[in-house]
């Protein structure tokens, strides 16, 4: 089946509420569309919403990128070599993950819709539903305690607290979440690279008593080597995330002296769907548990991300909450929630509600 044709756009859009992390205050997201139609009129599409701060790489970049003639050239090729399309793109895109996602999802959408399968089943799923925790950026008591109970009205069960810009405020932060809600709402910590190594040491005590389920990126990148003074214990509850942005980062951090227990992977860290089950599959040898983030992108990124994680035996975290403060996504489907579970719907690649 040849593709037909191929577009991109680029959209900026508000969030729903902004929101603040060690590093920058965000109130709107730029996500970048791209399609992949195949010539019975089935289309596959992709979205991307690359960091700059973490991979270097600017939704316009993207954008740009999406338009060059490599990419135009798409247009003749079978969708039945979607991997070797997809190789050729991340040859040519080196060091581009967000253009690397965005081709990589629409190939495997249009592709899974050629088949007649969902993406999951391609890959063989493994886990059918968990439970996803829902992000809390850096904000004082009374607005974290307001926001986690809005949350928990809602169905949610896990929160994701924002940290890293004064450790002491953060153990307040905690120990009041703790105390409202016990053990009824499960709390994780996001550092953003926000530690040093004696403020992280402070705030350990504090994840021990208040039952921190785990702490994401604590330091920042290039001091991994500090956290093998921990315990054994204290590593195996750390995720990296920006410190595991590919496949060869996740194989130096399987050794011996392992600063993680957990890596976090995000489609616009790693290039897609490809690239994440590249790290999921280092991960498994190393016998390290996957957290599969985000930022803030389109349902059809987090899609592609569900689909995924829920191939992978050592998924044990989700954090996919990042299209639901989108505030106009140009997709609906692909996954629904369900107190706090996410459960992917049915439907051939990736299962969107499809424009009429």
């Given at each position: 089946m040849k593709i037909t044709a191929v577009r991109s756009s680029l959209r900026n859009v508000?969030?729903?509420?902004?929101?603040?992390?060690?590093?920058?205050?965000?109130?709107?997201?730029?996500?970048?569309?791209?399609?992949?139609?195949?010539?019975?009129?089935?289309?596959?599409?992709?979205?991307?919403?690359?960091?700059?701060?973490?991979?270097?790489?600017?939704?316009?970049?993207?954008?740009?990128?999406?338009?060059?003639?490599?990419?135009?050239?798409?247009?003749?090729?079978?969708?039945?070599?979607?991997?070797?399309?997809?190789?050729e793109t991340r040859v040519f895109f080196p060091l581009l993950p967000g253009t690397q996602a965005a081709i990589d999802i629409a190939l495997h959408d249009a592709f899974g819709q050629y088949l007649g399968i969902p993406i999951v089943d391609f890959y063989g799923q493994k886990i059918k539903a968990l439970l996803t925790s829902v992000t809390i950026g850096i904000k004082g008591v009374t607005d974290t305690l307001e926001e986690a109970e809005g949350y928990q009205q809602s169905g949610f069960r896990v929160l994701k607290v924002k940290t890293g810009l004064q450790v002491e405020e953060d153990i307040e932060r905690i120990a009041k979440l703790y105390e409202r809600f016990g053990r009824s709402m499960l709390i994780r910590v996001d550092a953003n690279q926000g530690y040093s190594m004696e403020q992280l040491q402070q705030f350990i005590p504090a994840m021990q008593q208040y039952g921190v389920e785990l702490i994401e990126?604590?330091?920042?990148?290039?001091?991994?080597?500090?956290?093998?003074?921990?315990?054994?214990?204290?590593?195996?509850?750390?995720?990296?995330?920006?410190?595991?942005?590919?496949?060869?980062?996740?194989?130096?951090?399987?050794?011996?002296?392992?600063?993680?227990?957990?890596?976090?992977?995000?489609?616009?860290?790693?290039?897609?769907?490809?690239?994440?089950?590249?790290?999921?599959?280092?991960?498994?040898?190393?016998?390290?548990?996957?957290?599969?983030?985000?930022?803030?992108?389109?349902?059809?990124?987090?899609?592609?991300?569900?689909?995924?994680?829920?191939?992978?035996?050592?998924?044990?975290?989700?954090?996919?909450?990042?299209?639901?403060?989108?505030?106009?996504?140009?997709?609906?489907?692909?996954?629904?929630?369900?107190?706090?579970?996410?459960?992917?719907?049915?439907?051939?690649g990736l299962g969107f509600n499809r424009p009429a």
């Open positions: 508000p969030l729903k509420k902004p929101y603040t992390i060690a590093y920058n205050t965000f109130s709107d997201v730029t996500l970048v569309f791209f399609e992949v139609e195949l010539a019975n009129g089935m289309i596959g599409f992709g979205a991307a919403s690359p960091a700059e701060e973490v991979v270097g790489e600017t939704p316009a970049q993207t954008a740009a990128n999406l338009q060059l003639d490599f990419v135009q050239q798409l247009v003749g090729r079978d969708i039945r070599h979607f991997q070797q399309l997809i190789q990126q604590p330091l920042r990148v290039g001091k991994e080597a500090e956290l093998n003074a921990l315990d054994t214990s204290i590593r195996t509850r750390l995720a990296g995330d920006e410190s595991v942005k590919d496949a060869a980062a996740a194989l130096r951090f399987c050794g011996e002296q392992r600063p993680y227990g957990i890596f976090n992977i995000k489609l616009m860290k790693c290039g897609g769907i490809t690239g994440a089950l590249q790290i999921a599959n280092v991960a498994a040898i190393g016998g390290i548990s996957l957290f599969w983030g985000c930022n803030d992108e389109s349902i059809i990124s987090i899609t592609a991300a569900l689909h995924a994680a829920y191939s992978c035996e050592n998924t044990r975290y989700l954090d996919l909450d990042g299209s639901f403060d989108i505030a106009q996504d140009l997709l609906s489907g692909g996954f629904r929630v369900e107190d706090g579970y996410l459960y992917l719907l049915p439907g051939s």
